[in-house]
C-alpha cells in the first residue's frame, strides 16, 4: 500500500521540522541537519526546498524573514504537533522492536 503523503515523515522531512524549532535560512539549515546526523542526512538544496514548499502548503512551517533570495522559516503550531506525532510514532517502533519475539538484539 502506497505511503499517504505527509502522513509519515521522511528522515529528511523530521529533521527539517525538527532544525525549524529554531528560525533559520535554507543553508543553516542544512548545515545543521548535517551536523546534528554527524553527515549522515544531507539535504541538497533541490530536496531542502521542495520539503520546504509542502511543509508552507500544509502550514506546518511559514517563513519569517526574505531578503533577497534568502528566506529563513520557523516551525508552526501545527508543524509542532505534527513533529510530536512522529517522534511518538518513533518511539513506539523502538518499543515494538523491543518486544518482538525475533529481537534482533538477542544472541
Do not use: C
Not at 508543524?79 to 510514532?89: A, F, P, V
Amino acid at each position: 500500500m502506497p505511503r499517504v503523503q505527509l502522513k509519515t515523515l521522511t528522515e529528511q522531512m523530521y529533521y527539517v521540522l525538527l532544525a525549524l524549532k529554531k528560525e533559520r535560512y535554507g543553508v543553516e539549515i542544512s548545515q545543521y541537519i548535517e551536523q546534528l546526523t554527524h553527515g549522515r542526512v544531507v539535504l541538497g538544496p533541490g530536496t531542502l526546498y521542495a520539503i520546504l514548499s509542502k511543509f508552507e502548503d500544509e502550514k506546518w512551517i511559514q517563513e519569517k524573514k526574505s531578503e533577497g533570495r534568502k528566506r529563513s522559516y520557523i516551525i508552526t503550531n501545527i508543524g509542532r504537533i505534527m513533529l510530536e506525532k512522529e517522534y511518538q510514532h518513533l518511539l513506539e517502533m523502538i518499543e515494538d522492536t523491543k518486544q518482538s519475539e525475533d529481537d534482533i538484539y538477542e544472541t
